[in-house]
């Protein structure tokens, strides 16, 4: 049984930086892709950004570009999403994910395509 623990949430000023990582426990082979996810109070969870053991290719949602950098560690046990320039609508819970099937638009984030999940770390952006 694969299992994905995130950590390294917080509250933080509004311009700050934070990064959260996602430890992955049990897995016998590379995943297709990892992605994160997030989802504000009230709102529908939504994809953030999401890479490509393989050969580290990344993708990130517009409204994260150029502030957020996801990545893995070397033995592609551990995901990582670095948070910069943190603004107070990315206030959510975060959440990684991992696929196994090979998906030709591996860009594109929906929930349903991801089979494991963490149980989400918590960033609160405030001014």
């Known amino acids: 049984l694969v299992q994905l623990v995130e950590s390294g949430g917080a509250s933080v000023q509004s311009g700050g930086s934070l990064t959260l990582s996602c430890q992955m426990f049990?897995?016998?082979?590379?995943?297709?892709?990892m992605a994160w996810f997030r989802q504000a109070p009230g709102k529908e969870r939504e994809g953030v950004a999401v890479?490509?053991?393989?050969?580290?290719?990344?993708s990130y949602e517009p409204f994260v570009q150029g502030r957020f950098f996801i990545s893995l560690s070397n033995d592609e046990s551990t995901l990582y999403l670095q948070m910069t320039i943190l603004q107070l609508e990315d206030t959510a819970m975060y959440f990684c994910?991992?696929?196994?099937?090979?998906?030709?638009?591996?860009?594109?984030?929906?929930?349903?395509?991801?089979?494991?999940w963490g149980q989400g770390t918590q960033v609160t952006v405030s001014s």
């Open positions: 994910a991992a696929d196994w099937e090979i998906r030709p638009q591996w860009w594109i984030l929906r929930e349903v395509d991801f089979g494991t």
């Open positions: 890479i490509r053991p393989h050969d580290g290719a990344g």
């Open positions: 049990g897995s016998t082979g590379s995943t297709y892709r």
